[in-house]
């Protein structure tokens, strides 16, 4: 079956210690979206790849970055996490020009900053 | 300042009872709105979309209405089963961006 994928579903980290999550597709879409979930709050848009292109939203901290390396993986990378940042992380994709503009959503991963 | 607003935190709604819930949003330019489901520890799986030039959309127990003038949408479930029991979120989407409402619990009873 077509899906996203999130690995790990659960991730321990240090304060400070870089933490790298990591998300993949099967779904062949062009854009793919990291978000930040805490509690039971809408998920905030941290940035997203529209193919190649990436596109910060202005109120992601500078400790938060990105790379995809090709269509299929796409990975957050925290330099220096803080207990603050302890949430949970969302991958999404979608295909442009698809009616509606559903995005996919992995299970999470859940970080935890000790 | 947010453009989409779902003023109830929480619903509770007999199994086998319709339920609704509401969500207002302040922005003209959506092009489509959506509902995503959630349930713990899970990621958000779409559940029903209704483009900005329709008013009403039908899918099996749900079924979404959009009242343009009153920039106000709403979820039909009915029946309301107890897998419903979730978090809902309203969403409004312009191009391949979405903003998303704070979410309304749905407690199903049985």
């Known amino acids: 079956d077509a899906m996203v994928i999130q690995n790990p579903r659960y991730q321990v980290t240090q304060f400070g210690k870089p933490v790298t999550l990591s998300c993949s597709q099967t779904l062949n879409h062009n854009v793919m979206y990291w978000y930040q979930q805490k509690s039971s709050q809408a998920p905030k848009l941290l940035f997203h790849?529209?193919?190649?292109?990436?596109?910060n939203e202005a109120d992601t901290p500078d400790n938060f970055q990105s790379r995809r390396p090709n269509t299929s993986f796409c990975f957050l990378d925290i330099r220096s996490p803080g207990l603050g940042d302890a949430a949970m992380y969302l991958c999404?994709?979608?295909?442009?020009?698809?009616?509606?503009?559903?995005?996919?959503f992995g299970p999470g991963t859940r970080l935890l900053v000790l | 300042d947010q453009q989409v607003k779902q003023n109830s935190p929480s619903l509770s709604v007999q199994e086998g009872r319709i339920s609704i819930l509401n969500c207002d949003y302040t922005?003209?330019?959506?092009?489509?709105f959506l509902w995503y489901k959630k349930y713990p520890a899970e990621g958000p799986t779409f559940l029903i979309s209704i483009s900005s030039i329709k008013d009403k959309n039908e899918d099996g127990r749900f079924t979404v209405f959009l009242n343009k003038s009153a920039k106000h949408l709403s979820l039909h479930i009915v029946p309301s089963q107890p897998g419903d029991s979730a978090v809902y979120f309203c969403?409004?989407?312009?191009?391949?961006?979405?903003?998303w409402g704070a979410g309304t619990k749905l407690i199903i009873k049985p």
């Open positions: 790849y529209y193919d190649k292109d990436f596109n």
């Open positions: 969403v409004g989407g312009k191009n391949y961006q979405l903003i």
């Open positions: 922005n003209s330019m959506f092009d489509y």
């Open positions: 999404a994709t979608s295909s442009l020009g698809t009616a509606g503009e559903t995005q996919y």
